[in-house]
């Protein structure tokens, strides 16, 4: 099959490139600048792809207005593009923020646009009689994920010699191994009867902050950080239609944090 990737030299994009490599997909990525629709509109008919992974979005972890904003309207152009192109399958990926009532505030503006860029893709593949797949990503963890994160962080202070301690340490999430997201979005965009809509994608188990902190520092060898008891609470991936698709989470997070380690 042969399949076009936006943000393929990303943290989830280059992991989705090795996942179609291995499985023997034709990949084309995206070489112009996304604000460049008539760049990419020629990339694309020279590619002629299958399908279409809309995996970039520029300027993270900033999630305020303004990238927001500028991901909104460069997606929205690409979608249209898309299918009046006659590709008939486009796969894009939104976040488990979507799902949640107590959005942090510096998120409102991200979560809208993914929200607004979901309904859009809806429209236009049922207006075209296209597919399009939208794929809600938890929180992924993985090597070369930005060293801001909440992953990196605790490893690097706990490296130092530190309790490694995250902010809110009572905090239940979903967390899936890059591997098994890339696995998913593989899936999602090359077997040939997946339905159009929305699919969840993470290891649909919860993990509290302040445990993860406390795996980290068995491993680097540091002391751990107490915990208070606290109720678990906290939204898992729903991801039954997609072991229904032959795909389930092979990576567990002591396994995935060792990973993480090696590469830092």
């Known amino acids: ?36 629709i008539a760049a990419v509109e020629r990339e694309l008919r020279r590619a002629k792809p299958d ?7 520029s300027g993270l972890p900033d ?15 690409l979608f249209h593009l898309v299918y009046s192109l006659g590709i008939r399958k486009l796969v894009a990926v939104g976040s488990c923020w979507e799902y949640d009532d107590a959005i942090p505030t510096d998120h409102r503006m991200f979560v809208a646009v993914k929200k607004s860029l979901r309904l859009l893709g809806e429209a ?34 706990a490296q130092t010699g530190n309790i490694p301690m995250p ?13 098994d997201v890339a696995r998913a979005l593989v899936v999602l965009a090359t077997k040939k009867k997946t339905e159009s809509g929305s699919y969840d994608v993470g290891s649909g188990h919860l993990t509290r902050t302040g445990d993860i902190a406390r795996m980290i520092a ?11 008891k606290g109720s678990k609470k906290g939204r898992r991936a729903d991801i039954r239609t997609l072991r229904k698709m032959d795909w389930s989470p092979r990576t567990g997070i002591p396994e995935g944090l060792q990973h993480v380690l090696k590469e830092l």
Request: no cysteine; aromatic share 10%; charged share 20%.
């Open 1 to 36: 099959m042969k399949v076009f990737v936006t943000g393929a030299s990303g943290f989830v994009g280059s992991a989705v490139v090795r996942e179609l490599g291995k499985r023997g997909h034709r990949v084309y990525t995206l070489k112009s600048r996304l604000e460049n």
């Open 51 to 57: 399908v279409v992974m809309h995996l970039a979005w």
């Open 63 to 77: 999630v305020s207005d303004r990238p927001s904003m500028a991901n909104l309207i460069n997606s929205a152009r």
């Open 124 to 157: 236009l593949a049922k207006e075209t009689g296209g597919q399009f797949i939208w794929s809600v990503l938890f929180f992924v963890y993985g090597a070369g994920k930005k060293s801001v994160s909440l992953i990196p962080s605790l490893i690097r202070s």
């Open 167 to 179: 902010k809110n340490p009572n905090a239940w999430h979903d967390f899936v191994y890059l591997d």
């Open 218 to 228: 068995r491993m680097v060898g540091v002391p751990a950080p107490q915990l208070k």
